[in-house]
Nanobody
Framework: QVHLVESGGGLVQPGGSLRLSCTAS????????MGWYRQAPGKERELVARIANGATDYAGSVKGRFAISRDNAKNTVYLQMNSLGPEDTAVYYC???????????????WGQGTLVTVSS
């Protein structure tokens, strides 16, 4: 079993910053991709950022404001969010593609979601 625990969401004023964290635990052999998605009310879930093999990928709307990083020793991915605006308000979900012990294929797992609200 693979479990994801997210933290770091909350209420922040426009222009502020937040850092999200997501830690994977369980019988993990390797983690391929770690990333963050978000879903705003009434909208589809969308990719925010992901990191794999040292390469990063960002949604155009967050490029230059958000930074994704990972600590492989801790199986943790971070999302540093700066210059937040009301349009960033959403539930943010951690997403990982892992190779569990005993399997030969990657499994995709989602976190429970953490709410980020940007409002004055």
């Amino acid at each position: 079993q693979v479990h994801l625990v997210e933290s770091g969401g909350g209420l922040v004023q426009p222009g502020g910053s937040l850092r999200l964290s997501c830690t994977a635990s369980g019988s993990i052999v390797d983690i391929n991709t770690m990333g963050w998605y978000r879903q705003a009310p009434g909208k589809e879930r969308e990719l925010v950022a992901r990191i794999a093999n040292g390469a990063t990928d960002y949604a155009g709307s967050v490029k230059g404001r958000f930074a994704i990083s990972r600590d492989n020793a801790k199986n943790t991915v971070y999302l540093q969010m700066n210059s937040l605006g009301p349009e960033d308000t959403a539930v943010y979900y951690c997403n990982v593609k892992v190779l569990p012990l005993g399997l030969s294929r990657l499994l995709e797992r989602w976190g429970q979601g953490t709410l980020v609200t940007v409002s004055s």
